[in-house]
């Protein structure tokens, strides 16, 4: 080997060997590196143990104390509603200890009256036998005063019988009224369920929906303790609005309601709205019951208004007369044979219409004629005479045309008619009324027999109103108390009550009731 050789050789090994010491002085060097991290981690592992095991025992302790606050809260609410229930039923127990007081209380207080009531009977029976020997003694002293009269004035018997008679009348007045009123009480007591029988199987064998639909109306209360300030004290309150009204108010045991029974459906109408205005305000008393009595008649008023002109804008007949197309509203409330007047007299209008433009006529006069063929019907309660000549007395004031009257007069066949559009009229109502279901034959007879009725009663010195009642069962008679007495209102009673049983023809039987009240007012500025 050359020199070149032998010195690149010994720099090789030179180079490995460095080489080999850079490793293993590398690698001593790392160790230590390592040893020294492993030594860092496992410090700080043991510190984040120990901060956990210190954070578990905080939020343990945490928890515990929490929980001993809820339960300790529990505990309280708890206690509380114990304490509340047991308050409540200490409240209950005095209560019914109270409860038990009163009716011990309300037990003597009964047992009292009970002792009383008998008393009372007793003292009833002995003043009834005193009656009855008094009663012994008048018709001695009776006999007795007949004798002397006899022999002191020398009459016939039965001219002394006359003034007798005549003198006890003047004097025992008062106790015939109190006899008659005695006797009417018996009388209704004794009926009572006879008449209840008897109305149940009419009920039965006749129910007539259009009739009793027209005839009564319901008014609904708010409870029953409406029904007794109603009536009012004795009865106040009630005859007050049967006065004013007009009408009959039936209050049974039918809950949280009654009816009102009058054959005026107009009147019924007023009375109805009176009673629910009434009953929603609470005040019910005879100032207010006039009061609100005139505030819904000229409600009504109004309405029938309104119902007239609506029927004038259907029916499309053109210009009419303020006061006719008044009238024409209150048909509205008027019936003919269980039919509604207006209804019947828009349908007759339509009807005529028609068969008008069927043979070429003036379809808008026809119908006009139609509309008004019974406007008689909506004046004959106030009016005498047939609903046809007060219809034609009616046109005739308010200058219709002359077709129009010739179909009034003529539609019932009373004259003959001058013009076709008449006879249209005349068919039309006829088809009108024939139609199934459309009228009731009974209802036409019944209004006229209690307008008879009221008739009748007015033509007797010092009435001021007189009203049919209870479908024509009742006749309710208000006189004038400057002009009749107590006891001529009783014999007034007895005389309506002769008439009607000689001139009149009805079935069962008709109550008359006399009233006579005195009212004085005076207002404090």
Do not use: W
């Not at 064998?205 to 209360?221: D, G, H, M, P």
């Not at 009147?267 to 100032?287: H, M």
């Not at 505030?295 to 303020?322: D, W, Y």
């Amino acid at each position: 080997m050359d020199t070149l050789h032998i010195i690149f050789l010994i720099l090789l090994i030179v180079s490995i060997a460095a080489a080999v010491g850079a490793y293993f002085f590398a690698m001593s060097k790392g160790k230590n590196i390592v040893e020294k991290k492993y030594t860092d981690l496992g410090k700080t592992a043991e510190s984040i143990i120990d901060n956990a095991k210190k954070e578990g025992e905080r939020r343990q302790k945490e928890l515990i104390s929490d929980t001993k606050k809820e339960i300790a809260s529990l505990k309280e609410e708890y206690e509380k509603e114990v304490s509340a229930k047991k308050n409540s039923l200490q409240d209950l127990e005095k209560k019914l200890e109270q409860r038990e007081d009163r009716l011990d209380t309300r037990s003597m207080s009964l047992d009292k009256r009970e002792d009383a009531l008998v008393i009372k009977e007793n003292k009833i029976e002995e003043t009834k036998v005193a009656l009855e020997k008094r009663s012994d003694k008048i018709e001695e002293l009776i006999e007795e005063q007949e004798r002397k009269l006899l022999e002191i004035s020398g009459l016939t018997v039965s001219e002394a019988k006359e003034i007798i008679m005549k003198k006890t009348e003047e004097e025992m007045a008062m106790e015939i009224a109190v006899y008659i009123k005695e006797e009417e009480e018996k009388a209704k007591s004794e009926s009572v369920k006879k008449s209840q029988t008897i109305l149940a199987n009419a009920i039965q064998q006749y129910a007539n929906e259009t009739i009793q639909e027209k005839t009564v109306s319901v008014v609904s209360l708010p409870n029953d303790e409406m029904k007794g300030r109603i009536i009012g004290r004795e009865g106040r309150n009630i005859r007050s609005i049967e006065a004013v009204t007009g009408v009959d108010l039936i209050i049974d045991d039918t809950p949280d309601s009654i009816v009102i029974s009058c054959f005026d459906p107009i009147r019924r109408e007023i009375a109805r709205r009176t009673l629910e205005i009434l009953v929603s305000d609470g005040r019910i008393q005879p100032p207010r019951i006039e009061e609100v009595f005139n505030k819904c008649q000229k409600e009504l008023e109004n309405e029938i208004r309104e119902e007239g002109e609506k029927a004038v804008f259907e029916t499309g007949i053109g210009k009419i007369h303020p006061e006719l197309v008044k009238t024409i509203g209150k048909l509205h409330f008027r019936t003919s044979y269980g039919q509604n007047a207006l209804a019947h007299s828009k349908e007759v209008a339509f009807l005529a219409g028609k068969l008008a433009v069927e043979i070429g006529l003036d379809e808008i006069l026809a119908r006009r004629a139609g509309l008004l063929h019974d406007i008689g019907k909506a004046s004959d309660h106030e009016v005498e005479g047939s609903h046809v000549e007060i219809g034609v007395e009616i046109a005739t004031k308010f200058r219709e045309n002359e077709t129009v009257i010739d179909a009034i007069a003529s539609h019932h066949g009373d004259v003959e008619a001058k013009t076709i559009i008449a006879h249209l009229v005349a068919a039309a109502d006829t088809l009108s009324a024939a139609r199934p279901g459309a009228r009731s034959e009974s209802l036409d007879n019944y209004i006229k027999r209690l307008q008879a009725l009221e008739e009748l009663s007015n033509e007797f010195r010092g009435v001021d109103k007189t009203y049919a009642l209870q479908a024509g069962r009742e006749v309710r008679v208000l006189v004038k108390p400057e002009e009749i007495t107590d006891a001529e209102a009783a014999k007034l009673a007895r005389d309506i009550k002769k008439k009607i049983e000689t001139t009149m023809n009805y079935p069962g039987t008709i109550k008359v009731t006399v009233i006579r009240e005195v009212r004085v007012q005076e207002v404090a500025r």
